[in-house]
Antibody, heavy 119, light 108 residues
Framework: EVQVLESGGGLVQTGGSLRLSCVAS????????MSWVRQAPGKGLEWVSS????????YYSGSVKGRFIISRDDSKNTLYLQMNSLRAEDAAIYYC????????????WGQGTLVVVSS | DIQMTQSPSTLSASVGDRVTITCRAS??????LAWYQQKPGKAPKLLIY???SLESGVPSRFSGSGSGTEFTLTIGSLQPDDFATYYC??????????FGPGTKVDIK
């Protein structure tokens, strides 16, 4: 069964850093592109970042570019999102999602991990 | 950047109703559009991809249509399990996505 499980969320101060993890099971991470999508409390879905299946191409939304870094560790079948210089507006549930092989939509999602940013 | 809009933002309907949600893109995205369903406290679930292809396991009462800049998601006969928020997502630009603002379907 395909599953992704996020962790690493928590409470962090404005300007601080946090690293989210997404462990994949039921498939090999380096065969698929992956994305992070977030959802602020009571708001809609916002794409954050994507990593190509080759691991060589990264993509970021304008709101996080220069502050967040997406990466993966193939030996651990784990995707990461390093979040630096956190702002109040980064507070959200962060979802890890697998991108359908050979296509560009998200077909499997984790349950999310909550990031709270306080001043 | 491609912007996505959805209408209506909220829709009140009854079990058995036919429901249609519209999604518009700020420029042509061909048929590179997906629809997701999200229930409170849950992750989004893929319903439709490539504008009209039904994801495996999704009930056939869900259907999608459209191309270019205007798309629709139709629920043929609304069921109690369908009360949720629905999002469209464009993927015309490879791994750079944009989601619509969502349409909440609630009980009339």
């Amino acid at each position: 069964e395909v599953q992704v499980l996020e962790s690493g969320g928590g409470l962090v101060q404005t300007g601080g850093s946090l690293r989210l993890s997404c462990v994949a099971s039921g498939f090999t991470l380096n065969t698929y592109a992956m994305s992070w999508v977030r959802q602020a409390p009571g708001k809609g879905l916002e794409w954050v970042s994507s990593l190509s299946s080759s691991g060589t191409s990264t993509y970021y939304s304008g709101s996080v570019k220069g502050r967040f870094i997406i990466s993966r560790d193939d030996s651990k079948n784990t995707l990461y999102l390093q979040m630096n210089s956190l702002r109040a507006e980064d507070a959200a549930i962060y979802y890890c999602a697998r991108v359908r092989y050979g296509d560009f939509f998200c077909d499997s999602w984790g349950q999310g991990t909550l990031v709270v940013v306080s001043s | 950047d491609i912007q996505m809009t959805q209408s209506p933002s909220t829709l009140s309907a009854s079990v058995g109703d036919r429901v249609t949600i519209t999604c518009r893109a700020s420029q042509s995205i061909s048929n590179w559009l997906a629809w997701y369903q999200q229930k409170p406290g849950k992750a989004p679930k893929l319903l439709i991809y490539k504008a009209s292809s039904l994801e495996s396991g999704v009930p056939s009462r869900f259907s999608g249509s459209g191309s270019g800049t205007e798309f629709t998601l139709t629920i043929g006969s609304l069921q109690p399990d369908d009360f949720a928020t629905y999002y469209c997502q464009q993927y015309n630009n490879f791994l750079i996505f944009t989601f619509g603002p969502g349409t909440k379907v609630d009980i009339k």
